[in-house]
């Protein structure tokens, strides 16, 4: 199709047109002809009939009330006619690939002009091609899917597995030995968890909370217990499977009767007579990627003690979908066991000491979620930063007045806080072997937690009062704001709540207490 030839035109010219019959606006110094859109508009035909607006510039009132992105949508873009004589656009917004330019939008890591002793070239190589393969393959299909609520699509799974993000995603390893991560931008010897750290925090850009979690998040959780406990046999067959996108696991240990009371678990396994395999009956609830997963790690009460199965979906195992606040793409499940036999061979760790098993997973499992929040707090900051420079109230912009500006610097402060703490405890991470990490990192990993669940929850409500109606409105200006206040509970609450963390926190911080010391 042959393009369409945009002319040049004064600002006079334009003016002439501005009857209802004959309409043309400009924005951003592009001339956009709505004669014909003007009444199929959403916001009705009579905001185009005020004189600031007819056959004017309506750069401000647009922007006021739209975000750039609507310009670039086909349906819109074929309105524009031309553009200004000796003028050209100078309005972007998000850029592909790019790091934006936007104050605190980014870490302080990757902000011109300042340092950091953690990060290194690598992880720099590694930034810049996660950036573009989460702007080009995983954020077009997180809109969409966050949206009709359908799990993510196989071809981004594919996508993930060919660079072996899949594995990235589980952090430094034995499993990541031979592969080729992210085309070679870094090798497996060199990969630790900061590498691990920027896979998080770049896909965590997107936004869409729902589709984050349903993008093998449960492989993320429900791996790494067959990694460390498994057998050789189990590591052999599942391992691949999960990190090739070909098969898909989810951690189980939830139920409606405990939570964070892992010991107070009710689903039982007995096992045969013979030794020979178990039967597992009872409930999970709150599984996310239950509803398409194919294996589940599963904990259980024994006659030993509490113990963690890998359960293969088979006869006895169902899955229904759970509603929550949050898209259905995530795969949260209620799951029963009714009879269901698993053979010994799957026991991960020892029999009765699932405990462990459990709570040295729970501590990648937090981390993890930290640095997702982490980055997600960041992109509410940088919304709000946009937001409280373009609309005006009173006649000035927001950022004039300062109740915002005080909200705002708030939300800098607690974004930037979590950051370092994070950074600081991830460092301690990568000299700790994973027995060390289990043993010292529980409370301030957990103290983390709740400390950024809680700015998280702080930050969206300043952000919905600085967006006003917009801010808990599904479309438009603050459709970024609705989604993160809407779904920010689930931080909170998923892996552990916070009051539990923070008190894990202090009862290990007070077993550490030396006996003689006084004030």
Known sequence: MESKV??????????????????WIIIDSKVYNITRFKDLHPGGASVFAEEDIAGQDATEAFYGLHRHEVLLRPQYA???????????????????GKLSDVPYAEPTWLSAGYYSPYFKESHRRLQVAMREFVDEVITPDALLHEEDGKRPSA???????????????????????GLTLMGGVVSPEEFDYFHELVCIQEISRCGQRGYGDGLQSGAVIGLPPIMNFGSQELKSKIIPEVLSGKKFICLAISEAFAGSDVAGLQTRATKSSDGKYWTINGTKKWITNGTFADYFTVGCKTDTGFTVILVERSEGVETKPIKTSYSSTAGTAYVTFENVKVPV??????????????LSNFNHERWVMCASS??????????CLKWVTQRKAFGKPLSSLAVIRSKIAAMISRTESVQNWLENLTMQMCNMTYKEQAQKLAGPIGLLKMYTTRCAQETATDAVQIFGGRGITKTGMGQYIELYHR????????????DVLGDLGVR????????????
């Open 345 to 358: 061979e799957n026991t991960l760790g020892p029999e009765g000491g699932g405990i462990f098993v459990i």
């Open 508 to 519: 290990q911080a007070i077993r550490q207490m030396p006996k003689n010391v006084r004030l």
């Open 78 to 96: 074929r309105l524009q006619i031309g553009h200004i004589e000796g003028e050209r656009s100078v309005i972007y917004s998000r850029e592909f």
């Open 155 to 177: 071809h981004v799974i594919k996508a993930m597995a060919d660079i072996n993000m899949h594995a990235m995603r589980l952090g430094p390893g034995k499993h990541l030995k």
């Open 487 to 498: 779904t920010i509970p689930f931080d909170a609450v998923l892996g552990g709540a916070e």
């Open 6 to 23: 945009l002319k040049v035109f004064t600002r006079e010219e334009v003016a002439k047109h501005n009857k209802p019959d004959d309409l």
């Open 374 to 383: 982490a980055r997600g707090q960041r992109l509410i900051v940088e919304e």
